[in-house]
């Protein structure tokens, strides 16, 4: 597509669920990143990604979160036990070979109630 | 996790005006950006600095990367309400791979 795009846009869950968020990435972009953005906040980097392999995983909270991007284009966020300090706009970003001009994606609002 | 600290928090300006913010930080950058956000919306880039003391324009926008590599400033002239949405700076510290890490943001409105 034209741009990253990002389902679902909103997601509420009960503390404890599991959660999924994908993302998916302007087409041929190698680089792929996955930041949170608390209110009122700037985004904070969780993963990067150059094709399947992360490169830098060091901004993930805790083993709770993982992410994968098993074929080099499309990747899930994925959150286990999730809790209420939790909830935050998940954004995804992809650029050309880890190129600063990122293009993000519109990101998913993750409500834990 | 760290993140830069931008100034002034807010500002309401009158359409017309110009403004100016900037961005600290306690680390040292090689690489500074500028993104504009609006609501329900990702980032998205105005500027890039790549070296110490460089001055970048994009339109009605002027950036700086400081001299010491630890600030950059933005400066927008005779500002329109579009300009209205929360404006980011982002750093990239030396060996730190594509990882950016984003200033605390500065929320712009414009009145007419």
């Known amino acids: 597509g034209a741009g990253v795009s990002q389902t679902p846009s909103n997601k509420v869950t009960e503390k404890g669920k599991y959660v999924e968020l994908r993302c998916d990435p302007i087409s041929g972009h190698t680089a792929l990143y996955w930041y949170r953005q608390s209110l009122g906040q700037g985004p904070e980097f969780l993963i990067y990604f150059q094709g399947t392999g992360a490169a830098d995983d060091s901004g993930l909270p805790n083993d709770r979160f993982f992410a994968v991007r098993p074929e080099g284009s499309v990747s899930t966020l994925k959150i286990q036990r999730t809790e209420r300090g939790d909830s935050a706009v998940y954004l995804c970003?992809?650029?050309?070979?880890?190129?600063?001009?990122?293009?993000f994606g519109s990101g998913t609002r993750l409500t834990v109630v | 996790g760290q993140q830069l600290n931008q100034s002034p928090q807010s500002m309401f300006i009158q359409e017309g005006e110009d403004v100016s913010m900037n961005c600290t930080s306690s680390?040292?950058?090689?690489?500074w950006l500028w993104y504009k956000q609006d609501p329900g919306e990702g980032p998205v880039l105005l500027i890039a600095l790549y070296k110490a003391g460089e001055l970048t324009s994009n339109g009605r926008l002027t950036a700086q990367f400081g001299i010491t590599r630890k600030d950059s400033f933005l400066n927008i002239s005779a500002s329109i309400p579009s300009d209205v949405g929360i404006y980011f700076c982002?750093?990239?510290?030396?060996?730190?791979?594509?990882?950016?890490?984003f200033g605390t943001g500065t929320r712009l409105q414009v009145t007419l």
């Open positions: 970003a992809s650029s050309l070979w880890g190129n600063y001009g990122y293009t």
């Open positions: 982002a750093g990239r510290v030396y060996g730190t791979a594509s990882k950016l890490t």
């Open positions: 680390s040292i950058f090689n690489t």
